[in-house]
């Protein structure tokens, strides 16, 4: 998993229990792990946006705005902290729903102290995993878009396997200007060879653009 700083990570606790919030910020806050508490959805939502290293424990039944209403509009307003649901009543159909939208667990009061901050940080570490990719995914996307249209054209037949010789033939021009847009290409997406290049945009799930002044093949 992708290392983050766990000096600037920040579990924000949001439970109408005052019991329950201060336990959790003491769990947390004797692990070297920042807490902030919140006794209502409404006053944590008001303080949003959050810090980039941010997990949120989400009680299901408070005052006010339950946990999933609160959660639905989290994600409305573009946060994709981890969130980890608090229940003290165990509810398979709520808790399915919020897994299937997108909470990182469910979790029943009470709970074992060291699962739950094992859970955050567990929570934590995928989370900065996935920036991680999505960074790496913009970037390359922006190299690609940097290429120029003959070298989007090059690239797109590099990735279909085609040698130097049959991508002349496919554009009609010169090996030779191949040999340079080929270089060019590799140079810019930062890959070794062919191989590498496809793994790359294999791994970052992304396609260069499709090629619009090929000729067909004969």
């Known amino acids: 998993m992708t ?17 329950i919030r201060d336990a959790l910020s003491w769990l947390f806050s004797s692990r070297g792990i920042g807490a902030r508490e919140w006794d ?31 959660f639905e509009r989290l994600r409305a307003a573009g946060c994709d902290a981890p969130v980890i649901f608090l229940t003290g009543h165990a509810n ?15 979790v029943e009061k009470p709970f074992n102290d060291n699962q739950i901050v094992d859970l955050a940080l567990a929570a934590l570490a995928k989370h900065a995993d996935g920036r991680a990719e999505r960074r790496e995914r913009h970037e390359m996307i922006a190299r690609r878009d940097a290429l120029s249209p003959r070298e989007r054209e090059v690239l797109t037949l590099m990735l279909q396997g085609l040698m130097n010789k049959e991508i002349a033939d496919r554009l009609e021009i010169a090996m030779r200007t191949v040999e340079v847009h080929r270089a060019r290409v590799l140079t810019k997406m930062n890959a070794r060879n062919a191989i590498d290049l496809a ?5 970052a799930r992304i396609a260069p653009d499709p090629p619009t002044t090929l000729n067909p093949a004969p």
């Not at 290392?3 to 019991?19: C, E, N, R, T």
């Not at 941010?54 to 339950?66: F, H």
């Open 3 to 19: 290392p983050f700083d766990l000096g600037s990570a920040v579990v924000h606790i949001v439970d109408d229990d005052p019991a």
């Open 199 to 203: 793994a790359q945009f294999a791994a």
């Open 40 to 70: 209502s959805a409404e006053a944590f939502l008001a303080a949003l946006p959050l810090p980039a290293c941010s997990c949120v424990l989400l009680d299901v039944r408070m005052t006010g705005l339950s946990g999933p209403e609160a």
């Open 92 to 106: 398979v159909p709520v808790a399915v729903q919020a897994l299937k939208t997108g909470a990182f667990d469910f």
